[in-house]
């Protein structure tokens, strides 16, 4: 997912209802180990896209309420720091699939 904001703005958490949780992650390599962890927000400046993906910044969901298949979409809610709450679309892609499935500008 791309994200791309008119002013600056900070991605301070999503939501779902096809899981308990989705937290905001980010991913990294220290040496030959890599290391995820969560983050409180990732920051959105003024006219930059910045891309959620596999190994980077990426939304985590845990506590699926049921197994998600390849080809269905869902619904998944962002919130900000400054903007109001804006929900998209998300469809599974299978594992391993680098392709950023969707691109949302943000207009405020």
Known sequence: MSLTSAASDRLTG??????QKAEL???SMEGSVMK???VDG??????????????GYH????????????GQSFPLTL???KSKPQEVM???QKVG??????????HH
């Open 14 to 19: 999503a939501s779902t209802p096809v899981a």
């Open 25 to 27: 992650h980010t991913m």
């Open 36 to 38: 995820m962890c969560q």
């Open 42 to 55: 990732i920051n959105l400046p003024a006219g930059q896209t910045v891309a959620l993906r596999p190994g």
């Open 59 to 70: 939304v985590m969901l845990t506590g699926l309420t049921e197994p998600l298949k390849e």
């Open 79 to 81: 919130t900000f720091a």
């Open 90 to 92: 998300v469809t599974v």
């Open 97 to 106: 699939s680098m392709n950023p499935g969707m691109t949302m500008p943000m």
